[in-house]
């Protein structure tokens, strides 16, 4: 793999790719009304966007803003359908099979075949490793404080820079991160852009290498702005703490958040959704809660005729996925039996609780 992207902006620029990047971006959203409407004259739609981009008359859209609040509140910025296209091409084309392989191993967010499950199994497979080599040691749990809309990108584009030497797809990644505004006029990315997950990855990337090349951390997880280091003594954790601030402050203008903290192993990690300790997993509380508050709100829908099987079975065994890499089997036949609405389908058919099975049997039954 060359060390530098060259000499392929233009040879990835063609019409075929743009068409492999429209049907991935329209997954799951061909209902939408304005993927249907770029669909209507597809081939003209996407001529045009080539054009443009060939022709250095591209620019992004107005983005549409809205606020969610699950699992804390942030604002979430969309782009148009033709600017989503263009990131998913930009992503698959040139992020992904040239600086992604340069990740380390040990990070996991936003990429294929890692996650979340993946996370919590290495965090819980190295402190296993470490208390088996040298019985107890500390555990230091790090987060960067408001880390998407700090991001500078100065900074972010002097990054991918060592990556691309490519002229034009350096002046083109300059547009995707400012959107033609003056680069000391903007701080952040927006949340919600395809591209801006794979910037975050790569600005901490920056971190990742300094933790494994220059401190020598051995035992060392990142999921996105949330990471963890297992070490031998507190003392450790105190310097290697101070060490980490001053470089994110230094080289990446970033602040630990103020829970970032060091504990005993015996405390176990909170991490990627779960409790981990060396014997075993649970999920959070905050989970538990947020599906008994769900259930609850299903019962009165079921008993008030306003119930979507469809989708409530759906987030049921999405649950269900997540609960299942952890400790849960008694907590999951708890969860079940709270759901009145697993008495009968929609035809009366009686059917019993408590198993995963019977669930999807009633799934199938209402499709």
Known sequence: MPKKIKNC???????????????????????????????????????NLLNQIRNHT???????????????????????????????????????????????STTYACLTNRGTHKAAEKIQEYMRILQRNKGNFWILK??????????????????????????????????????SRDMNDVIGIPIGNYTSQFFANIYLNELD?????????????????????LLETKQQCIDLKNKISEFLWNHLRLCLNKKSRYYPCQMGVNFCGYRIFTTHRLLRT????????????????????????????ASIHSW?????????YHLQQKILNRCDFLYTNATDLQIEKNTLKDIENFNKKVE
């Open 9 to 47: 902006f233009y040879q990835k620029l063609t019409f075929e790719n743009l068409l492999s990047a429209h049907k991935r971006s329209r997954k799951s959203k061909g209902y939408r009304n304005e993927v249907i409407q770029f669909e209507i004259n597809l081939e003209n739609n996407l001529m």
């Open 58 to 104: 591209y620019h992004l859209g107005n983005y549409f803003e809205f606020t969610i609040y699950e699992p804390k509140e942030r604002t979430i910025k969309a782009l148009p359908y033709r600017d989503r296209i263009v990131h998913q091409w930009y992503v698959e084309e040139f992020i992904k099979p040239y600086i992604v392989p340069k990740f380390i």
């Open 142 to 179: 790090c987060d960067v404080e408001k880390f998407f809309y700090r991001i500078h990108p100065i900074i972010l584009y002097q990054i991918l820079a060592k990556y691309i030497e490519d002229k034009d797809l350096l002046t083109f990644t300059k547009l995707l991160i400012t959107d």
């Open 209 to 229: 290498q300094f933790i494994k090349r220059t401190l020598h951390v051995s035992y060392y997880v990142r999921y996105m702005d949330d990471f963890i280091l």
């Open 286 to 313: 905050s989970n538990k809660c947020k599906i008994k508050k769900k259930i609850k709100k299903w019962n009165e829908q079921y008993h008030q005729n306003q119930f979507n099987a469809k989708k409530t079975l």
């Open 320 to 328: 269900l996925g997540h609960s299942m890499h952890c400790n849960s």
